[in-house]
């Protein structure tokens, strides 16, 4: 079985950066399209980015474009976040997902492999 695991998460003042990590392994993830959501309390998983196996190919939510940037590195089986001029709205859990296709999509159904999340608060 494939196994996701994130890490970089924590707090951080307004306007400031992190850097997710998405560690994979068990599979061959490297052909996998890779997202990103992230939850908010008492609001739905929500889509914030993803990227093509190859990483040609990559989607933004509209409420983190031009701040957030989405990557990989299929060496090393890690897809990475880098968030910055966070905003206290963009506290959440930040999950990892896998989808068994090369093409990414933004929709979470669309994803078969889930990390535990990794918990991102920006204060004001």
């Known amino acids: 079985q494939g196994q996701l695991v994130e890490s970089g998460g924590g707090l951080v003042q307004a306007g400031g950066s992190l850097r997710l990590s998405c560690a994979a392994s068990?599979?061959?993830?490297?052909?996998?399209?890779m997202g990103w959501f992230r939850q908010a309390p008492g609001k739905e998983r929500e889509f914030v980015s993803a990227i093509s196996w190859s990483g040609g190919i990559s989607y933004y939510a509209d409420s983190v474009k031009g701040r957030f940037t989405i990557s990989r590195d299929n060496a090393k089986n890690t897809v990475y976040l880098q968030m910055n001029n966070l905003k206290p709205e963009d506290t959440a859990v930040y999950y990892c997902?896998?989808?068994?296709?090369?093409?990414?999509?933004?929709?979470?159904?669309?994803?078969?492999?889930w990390g535990q999340g990794t918990q991102v608060t920006v204060s004001s």
């Open positions: 997902a896998a989808r068994t296709y090369t093409v990414p999509t933004m929709r979470k159904l669309d994803y078969n492999y």
């Open positions: 068990g599979r061959t993830f490297s052909t996998y399209a």
